[in-house]
């Protein structure tokens, strides 16, 4: 089983910055494509941004340009630097990873998701 632990959310105004982390850890043989979810209250989750264990992206639109994602694969840890926030950012954002676990040697995938991270933008 693997475990993702997010961290860096928070209380900022609007047109300010934030980065978000997640960090796996666990019986990991390998970690694949990843990303970050968001929920805001009354609304669906969704996916904000992902990236491959090869390093690819993409984003939401509503997000281009103002969010970057990135990961750092000896660390198996996750980033989502935020600038440019806007009140409608605000949301719990979620990080999500698929992966392979060491004990099953089958190598199948498998799915794991963080407890969550809390961010406000006030305007």
């Known amino acids: 089983q693997v475990q993702l632990v997010e961290s860096g959310g928070g209380l900022v105004q609007a047109g300010g910055s934030l980065r978000l982390s997640c960090v796996a850890s666990?019986?990991?043989?390998?970690?694949?494509?990843m990303g970050w979810y968001r929920q805001a209250p009354g609304k669906q989750r969704e996916l904000v941004a992902a990236i491959t264990s090869g390093g690819s992206t993409n984003y939401v639109d509503s997000v281009k340009g103002r969010f970057t994602i990135s990961r750092d694969n000896a660390k198996n840890t996750m980033y989502l630097q935020m600038n440019s926030l806007k009140p409608e950012d605000t949301a719990v954002y979620y990080c999500?990873?698929?992966?392979?676990?060491?004990?099953?040697?089958?190598?199948?995938?498998?799915?794991?998701w963080g407890q969550g991270t809390q961010v406000t933008v006030s305007s």
């Open positions: 666990g019986s990991i043989f390998s970690v694949n494509d």
């Open positions: 999500n990873a698929h992966y392979q676990d060491r004990r099953d040697y089958l190598r199948r995938t498998y799915e794991s």
